[in-house]
C-alpha cells in the first residue's frame, strides 16, 4: 500500500492508492476536517476505517442484498494513481480503477472509473464513471466521508429538511424535519440533492458538504453499541465523527448506457 502525504500553501493531507481513499485533509490554521479512526486497518484486502472510502459499484449488501464485501471492491482495491500535480494552492490526485484491473461475478461489465481529489482550501472530491461495454449496467457510489466534529451529540446536521429518508436502523420511511440531532445510532439514506452543513459548536465552525451528480445522502453515526461492536473502531470515537456521504444508492442508482459517464462530486468546505 503507498501512502501519499500532501503539504501545500493550503492545506496539509494525505491518501492512498488503496481504494484511492483519502485519508487526511486539514486546511491551514485548522483542526482536521477528515476524520481517520485510531484503531484503523492498513492491509490488502481490508476496508480502513475513517477518510473517504468510495463505496462502489454497490453500497453496503447492494439493493438485492447479500453482494460481498460490502460496499463494493472499489474500497478495498489498488487504484492507479495516473497524475499528481501541485499549482501551489491545491494539490490535485487522479487515480483510475477499469474492469482489467478488478472485476466481480456481481457487476460484470466492462467499467472505468477515475476518482479526483483536489486538496486546497477546500477538499474537492469527483468520481467518474464510464460504461466501456456494450451493454447498459447500473451501479451505485457513495462518497463515504467522514467529518472530524468536536462532540457528535453537540452537532446539528443542516439541509436535509423535507427530505424522504430511509432509516436503517428502524426499517421505515419518513420525512425529515429540522436538523438532524446526533442523540442515538444514526443510518439514514437520503433522497436528496442538496447541501448539507454540520454545525459544530463545541469547534466553532460549520463544514458544508456541497455536491453535484448526487440523487442520495448517507448520514451515519454507530453510537455506543456499534461503536464497541467494530474492531477498528475506538470505543469513543463514535463523539469525534459523522458520516455525511455523497451518494447514488438504492432507488437512485445510476444506470449508463455503452458509451456514456456519469460524475458524482462533493466540495467539503469550512467557515
Ligand atoms: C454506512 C452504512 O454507509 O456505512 C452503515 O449506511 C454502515 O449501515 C457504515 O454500518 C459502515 O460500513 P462499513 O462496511 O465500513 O463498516
Known amino acids: 500500500m503507498t501512502t501519499h502525504v500532501i503539504d501545500t500553501a493550503t492545506a496539509s493531507g494525505m491518501f492512498t492508492d488503496h481504494g484511492a481513499h483519502v485519508l487526511q485533509w486539514r486546511p491551514r490554521g485548522t483542526e482536521p476536517v477528515v476524520w481517520l479512526s485510531d484503531l484503523a486497518v492498513f492491509a490488502d484486502a481490508v476496508a480502513i476505517r475513517g477518510g473517504v472510502p468510495i463505496c462502489f459499484p454497490w453500497f453496503g449488501a447492494g439493493r438485492s442484498g447479500g453482494m460481498t464485501p460490502a460496499h463494493g471492491f472499489a474500497r478495498i482495491s489498488e487504484w492507479r494513481l495516473?497524475?499528481?500535480?501541485?499549482?501551489?494552492?491545491a494539490a490535485t490526485a487522479v487515480f483510475t480503477l477499469s474492469s482489467t484491473d478488478v472485476t466481480s461475478?456481481?457487476?460484470?461489465?466492462r467499467y472505468r472509473a477515475t476518482m479526483t481529489a483536489r486538496f486546497g482550501a477546500d477538499l474537492h472530491l469527483a468520481l467518474d464513471v464510464h460504461n466501456d461495454d456494450d451493454v447498459?449496467?447500473?451501479?451505485?457510489?457513495?462518497?463515504?466521508?467522514?467529518?472530524?466534529?468536536?462532540?457528535?451529540?453537540?452537532?446539528?446536521?443542516?439541509?436535509?429538511?423535507?427530505?424522504?429518508?430511509h432509516d436503517k436502523v428502524t426499517d421505515k420511511e419518513t420525512v425529515q424535519s429540522g436538523p438532524i440531532v446526533i442523540d442515538r445510532e444514526?443510518?439514514?439514506?437520503?433522497?436528496?440533492?442538496?447541501?448539507?452543513?454540520?454545525?459544530?459548536?463545541t469547534l466553532d465552525r460549520t463544514l458544508t458538504v456541497r455536491k453535484g451528480g448526487s440523487a442520495s445522502t448517507v448520514v451515519w453515526n454507530p453510537w455506543i453499541d456499534k461503536a464497541r461492536a467494530m474492531t477498528d473502531f475506538g470505543d469513543d470515537e463514535w463523539r469525534s465523527m459523522v458520516c455525511i456521504e455523497t451518494a447514488n444508492v438504492g432507488v437512485d442508482a445510476v444506470e449508463l448506457a455503452p458509451g456514456r459517464s456519469h460524475t458524482m462530486w462533493a466540495r467539503i468546505e469550512v467557515e
Open 82 to 89: 495516473n497524475s499528481m500535480d501541485d499549482d501551489g494552492s
Open 105 to 109: 461475478p456481481l457487476f460484470p461489465y
Open 136 to 165: 447498459p449496467f447500473t451501479y451505485e457510489a457513495a462518497l463515504h466521508t467522514y467529518l472530524h466534529v468536536g462532540d457528535a451529540t453537540a452537532v446539528q446536521v443542516e439541509g436535509l429538511t423535507g427530505d424522504t429518508f
Open 186 to 201: 444514526i443510518d439514514r439514506v437520503y433522497r436528496s440533492t442538496r447541501d448539507v452543513h454540520v454545525v459544530d459548536p
